[in-house]
């Protein structure tokens, strides 16, 4: 699995991916998300897989632990690369997706906090009393102990979860955008080497390659920014 920036393939049907690919002649990196896999199904993961393409399953699993390891089990026999669970779904739960995926080779990782979050809300609404960074630490944690591969976090905490996990702990950051770009529905957001001094190992990036008049340009300037080449 590489570290090249994760494209979210915010879009709802596969000919929509298919157009968009089609900008495209190397193997990516991509994040199908709830909207497209629940549309088109696994045979859109088996297509991608075919030409090559990592694949971030960003289904954000949050149930009993029953369910979510049999729910992994499905997971494991599609060969993405990466799935995620909700870390609110506690250690029994997260261990319980890990066993369902035993024997894969898939990255597990879990939703700390989401980017679209701010500490106000997380304390007014979840009745979280701890500060945004230490309720994102703490399930980092978490998950680290249930042997997860790493979380979801904003680039703003991700160097803390590097001390606190150690730096194989995978910190998959969204909410990456270049500096002229709009912020959209996420509140915590970074530019590519923001992310990469903050110490992310990974970056997801949307609307700023999706939306973009030229695709591959604009990912190519963001691949460049993160791998340090611009």
């Not at 090249?4 to 709802?12: C, G, S, V």
Request: proline residues 4%; glycine residues 8%; contains cysteine.
């Amino acid at each position: 699995m590489t570290s090249k920036p994760i494209i979210a393939l915010d879009f709802p049907s596969k000919l929509d991916v298919e157009e968009f690919l089609s900008e495209f002649t190397e193997p990516l990196f991509l994040k199908v998300g709830m909207e497209l896999f629940y549309q088109e199904g696994p045979e859109l993961v088996h297509t991608l897989n075919r030409y090559g393409h990592d694949i971030f399953l960003d289904l954000k699993l949050h149930d009993i632990p029953n369910t979510v390891e049999a729910a992994m089990r499905r997971i494991a026999e599609l060969g993405v690369d990466m799935v995620n669970v909700h870390a609110a779904g506690g250690l029994a739960m997260m261990e319980a997706a890990k066993r369902g995926l035993a024997g894969s080779g898939t990255k597990l990782i879990a939703v700390t906090q989401l980017t679209s979050t701010s500490e106000e809300q997380m304390q007014q609404e979840q009745l979280i009393s701890a500060s945004l960074e230490q309720s994102v630490v703490h399930y980092a944690k978490l998950a680290k102990q249930a042997g997860l591969d790493g979380v979801v976090c904003s680039v703003h905490e991700a160097k803390a979860i590097g001390v606190a996990c150690g730096d194989d702990f995978l910190r998959v950051t969204p909410g990456i955008r270049p500096a002229a770009s709009e912020s959209h529905d996420q509140k915590r957001i970074a530019t590519p080497s923001d992310a990469k001094a903050q110490g992310s190992t990974h970056i997801v990036v949307g609307r700023a390659i999706t939306r973009s008049e030229n695709p591959q340009k604009s990912y190519d300037y963001i691949n460049g920014e993160w791998s340090g080449r611009s």
